[in-house]
């Protein structure tokens, strides 16, 4: 099979890296390889006969994907990053969101707005509601609807949620659900992401094609997630269905 791949790991680092027939969690201090143990585990799997566009695994930068993909090419001795579904949380399912965006009511050249773009939007919007903006302002306005779409609380949802219409009205913000409404009827009328929509969306996508689901399922064999201790609700859910069925997660 070739030079061993787990060769100058530590004994719990290769028990780490070798055990591949059902879910698991590595936990370990700054500094200690936790990133590094998925790295070589990664190596393991395609040394091992799994095809690498069958393995799925997610970052939380971009450059860590990209010297992850370095090493596993260095490791095994030949090239075979560029068939990794390997990068961030919002690359990837960004990936699979213009592949399915029919689906969702987009066309697949979405175009994914920047930091910018949002919150000059949602500043349109409070203009033209005629909002004191001492209560509006774009931006604590744009993180709170980032926070709901982070926890995946749609518009539409928010707007059947008693608790926080109350707790808007006692923080003197009660039209945000109205700035939430338009503001997501306006992406789609324009055929815009925002970040936040990458995430929300595959969660809708997977909640309500069950067809699409399975296919991601069956098209993935192995789950692995880089610092998964910094995910979200949004990304936590999408790596559970994801991985429900064969089971084959592993994280760091």
């Given at each position: 099979?070739?030079?061993?791949?787990?060769?100058?790991?530590?004994?719990?680092?290769?028990?780490?890296?070798?055990?591949?027939?059902?879910?698991?969690?590595?936990?370990?201090?700054?500094?200690?390889?936790?990133?590094?143990?998925?790295?070589?585990?990664?190596?393991?799997?395609?040394?091992?006969?799994?095809?690498?566009?069958?393995?799925?695994?997610?970052?939380?930068?971009?450059?860590?994907?990209?010297?992850?993909?370095?090493?596993?090419?260095?490791?095994?001795?030949?090239?075979?990053?560029?068939?990794?579904?390997?990068?961030?949380?919002?690359?990837?399912?960004?990936?699979?969101?213009?592949?399915?965006?029919?689906?969702?009511?987009?066309?697949?050249?979405?175009?994914?707005?920047?930091?910018?773009?949002?919150?000059?939007?949602?500043?349109?919007?409070?203009?033209?509601?005629?909002?004191?903006?001492?209560?509006?302002?774009?931006?604590n306005i744009f993180n709170r609807i980032s926070a709901?779409?982070?926890?995946?609380?749609?518009?539409?949802?928010?707007?059947?949620?008693?608790?926080?219409?109350?707790?808007?009205?006692?923080?003197?913000?009660?039209?945000?659900?109205?700035?939430?409404?338009?503001?997501?009827?306006?992406?789609?009328?324009?055929?815009?992401?925002?970040?936040?929509?990458?995430?929300?969306?595959?969660?809708?996508?997977?909640?309500?094609?069950?067809?699409?689901?399975?296919?991601?399922?069956?098209?993935?064999?192995?789950?692995?997630?880089?610092?998964?201790?910094?995910?979200?609700?949004?990304?936590?859910?999408?790596?559970?269905?994801?991985?429900?069925?064969?089971?084959?997660?592993?994280?760091?």
């Open positions: 099979m070739g030079k061993d791949i787990t060769e100058g790991l530590n004994k719990a680092q290769k028990d780490a890296v070798l055990y591949i027939d059902g879910p698991s969690l590595v936990v370990a201090g700054a500094g200690s390889g936790k990133t590094r143990v998925l790295t070589y585990k990664i190596a393991h799997l395609i040394s091992s006969g799994v095809s690498a566009n069958r393995i799925i695994a997610l970052t939380f930068t971009n450059k860590a994907a990209a010297e992850m993909k370095e090493r596993i090419d260095n490791l095994l001795g030949y090239k075979v990053s560029n068939s990794l579904w390997m990068g961030t949380f919002h690359s990837i399912f960004g990936r699979i969101l213009r592949m399915e965006a029919q689906s969702l009511g987009f066309t697949s050249g979405f175009t994914i707005y920047d930091t910018s773009d949002y919150v000059n939007l949602v500043k349109a919007i409070i203009k033209e509601m005629n909002l004191n903006d001492d209560f509006y302002k774009a931006k709901c779409k982070n926890n995946l609380m749609t518009a539409e949802a928010y707007a059947q949620n008693n608790n926080l219409l109350i707790e808007d009205e006692k923080d003197n913000r009660p039209e945000f659900v109205t700035i939430y409404k338009k503001y997501t009827q306006r992406c789609r009328q324009s055929n815009v992401m925002d970040f936040d929509d990458l995430l929300i969306y595959t969660n809708i996508l997977f909640k309500l094609n069950p067809a699409v689901l399975q296919k991601y399922r069956e098209r993935f064999d192995y789950v692995l997630v880089d610092e998964y201790q910094d995910t979200n609700f949004a990304q936590y859910l999408i790596v559970k269905i994801l991985s429900d069925e064969h089971r084959k997660l592993f994280v760091v």
